[in-house]
Structures are given as C-alpha cells and as structure tokens.
C-alpha cells in the first residue's frame, strides 16, 4: 500500500512539474531548430499573457499574423534545405562525384540556412517592435514568475 501511494505521489509531482513548465513553453527537448522554437514560442506566450500584457486588439492582431507568416516561411525554408540535401545525396551516390556540383549545392544548402537565421531575427525584433516600454517590463516581470521563455 505504501508503495502505490508513494509512486502516486511521485506521479503527481511529475505532471504538476510537467504542467507548470509548459504554462508558457517551458520545457520539451531542445531540437535543431530550437531558435525557431523560441521565436514560435515568445509569440504563443505573448498572445497567452495578452490580458496581464495588457495587450490590444491591433497587437495581438500582428503577433498573430507574425507567428503565422513566420510559420510558413520557416516550412518553406526548411523545405527547400531537404530538397538541397537530396540533390547533394544524390551528386555523392554517383560512381564519379563531381566536386565542383556538390560544392556548389552544399553553398546553396548553407546560404539557405542563413537565410532561414537571419528571417528568424528579423520576426523575433519585429516581435519586440510590437510590444510598448511598459509592456516589455511587464513581460520581464512575468518571465520572472511563470518562467516564460518569451
């Protein structure tokens, strides 16, 4: 009996860990495209807090439309960087490689992922661009209590 009490215990203290880090994003693995995550992530938080953000109609409006237009940029992008390591796959299967082709595709792949860094900073300042001085402070206060990753 003590054991199925402790191991309730120990359950209930896992999914209320797991329930407070994901208020806001917290948590989850990091993954290759982490700093896409973050940027998603600030955007979902804001638009959660938009009441204690004191956030209007207009800028959740745009925090919405960023976070969509980001979205899909980010899965065309991530696309296109598939579709050039499948031509690189394929250049390097062949019984002669051709160096100068597979350079030139792997410079593609890479200004492709430049690309993809350089759209996630612009829509993470535009992001910021949205918020008020006193909405910024608020939200530093409320990363502080919730451990928002925003």
């Known amino acids: 009996m003590k054991k199925v009490l402790c191991a309730a215990l120990v359950a209930m203290m896992v ?7 994901g208020s806001c994003g917290k948590g989850g693995g ?3 495209d982490d700093w896409a995550s973050k940027v998603m992530m600030k ?6 807090h938009q009441e204690e953000l004191k956030l209007s109609d207009d800028q959740v409006a745009k925090i919405k439309d960023l976070k969509y237009n980001t979205k899909k940029a980010l899965i065309s992008k991530k696309a296109e960087i598939e579709l050039v390591m499948v031509d690189i796959k394929r250049a390097t299967w062949q ?4 160096v100068a082709a597979v350079n030139a595709l792997i410079d ?7 690309e993809k860094a350089k759209m996630l900073v612009a829509a993470q300042a535009q992001l ?20 928002c990753k925003a």
């Open 95 to 98: 019984d002669e490689i051709d």
């Open 15 to 21: 999914c209320a860990a797991t329930v407070e880090a």
């Open 43 to 48: 955007a979902h938080c804001l638009v959660m």
């Open 108 to 114: 593609k792949k890479y200004a492709l992922k430049n």
């Open 128 to 147: 910021q661009s949205i918020l008020t001085a006193e909405q910024k402070q608020e939200l530093k206060q409320l990363k502080k209590q919730i451990k």
């Open 30 to 32: 990091k993954g290759k």
